[in-house]
């Protein structure tokens, strides 16, 4: 299709895992954000690129956490070792407006985190 | 006090009624205002944007109060499908961030 698509859909694992979740924007899109949505809770900003750099990653809670985009398209967020605590939605947006204001963000469906 | 402020709800209103809903800001410099909306367990998707002069789209009208810091949204005739949860979201420019910041969320059931 022609929208943001995020795999995997759902994704358990065990604490103490490295996970990767892949996030695929619209085909044109320079700006690619990454959020996470808890339940109950709006979505919280994590990183921002604008191409193939993160013009932005203010909201990765720790080290533990690491997005790439190396060729300005599709995008992969880390995560090591894994904690209870970053169960959540893990969103993906992207946006065609370079720089300044997102516009309009499109967001993908998620990834569902689990952590046991 | 939180960036970006939503009163969660929810709120129940009868098909056909007139509801409105706040969202506070933190950052007085704050600019480009938005109001999303999401249906249970899927992604947010862009409702309208906020302009300085106020926006109509339908039955949905958006204002922007900035002496106040607040936004809102007002939806009159309201339909069973308009039950889902809306979100604001800014860029609050005192944090530097180039991405919006979102609220919690005001969730709304239409009920017939």
């Known amino acids: 299709g022609a929208g943001v698509s995020q795999t995997p859909s759902n994704k358990v694992t065990e604490k103490g895992k490295y996970v990767e979740l892949r996030c695929d924007p619209i085909?044109?899109?320079?700006?690619l954000y990454w959020y996470r949505q808890s339940l109950g809770q709006g979505p919280e900003f994590l990183i921002y690129?604008?191409?193939?750099?993160?013009?932005?990653d203010s909201g990765l809670p720790n080290d533990r956490f690491f997005a790439v985009r190396p060729e300005g398209s599709v995008s992969t967020l880390k995560i090591q070792r894994t904690e209870r605590g970053d169960s959540a939605v893990y969103l993906c947006?992207?946006?065609?407006?370079?720089?300044?204001?997102?516009?309009?963000?499109?967001f993908g469906e998620g990834s569902r985190l689990t952590v046991l | 006090r939180k960036e970006v402020e939503q009163d969660p709800g929810p709120f129940n209103v009868p098909e056909g009624a007139t509801v409105a809903f706040n969202c506070t800001y933190s950052?007085?410099?704050?600019?480009?205002f938005f109001w999303y909306r999401q249906d249970c367990r899927k992604e947010p998707k862009l409702l309208m944007s906020?302009?300085?002069s106020g926006n109509e789209d339908g039955r949905f009208t958006a204002q922007l109060n900035r002496a106040s810091q607040y936004i809102s949204l007002l939806i009159r005739d309201s339909k069973l499908s308009d039950s889902a949860t809306y979100l604001c979201?800014?860029?609050?420019?005192?944090?530097?961030?180039?991405?919006?910041?979102f609220g919690s969320g005001t969730r709304l059931q239409v009920q017939p």
């Open positions: 906020v302009y300085s």
């Open positions: 979201a800014v860029i609050l420019l005192d944090t530097g961030r180039r991405a919006l910041t």
């Open positions: 690129f604008q191409g193939t750099g993160a013009a932005d």
């Open positions: 950052n007085s410099a704050s600019q480009s």
């Open positions: 947006a992207s946006s065609a407006l370079a720089g300044g204001s997102p516009g309009e963000l499109f």
């Open positions: 085909s044109g899109h320079t700006a």
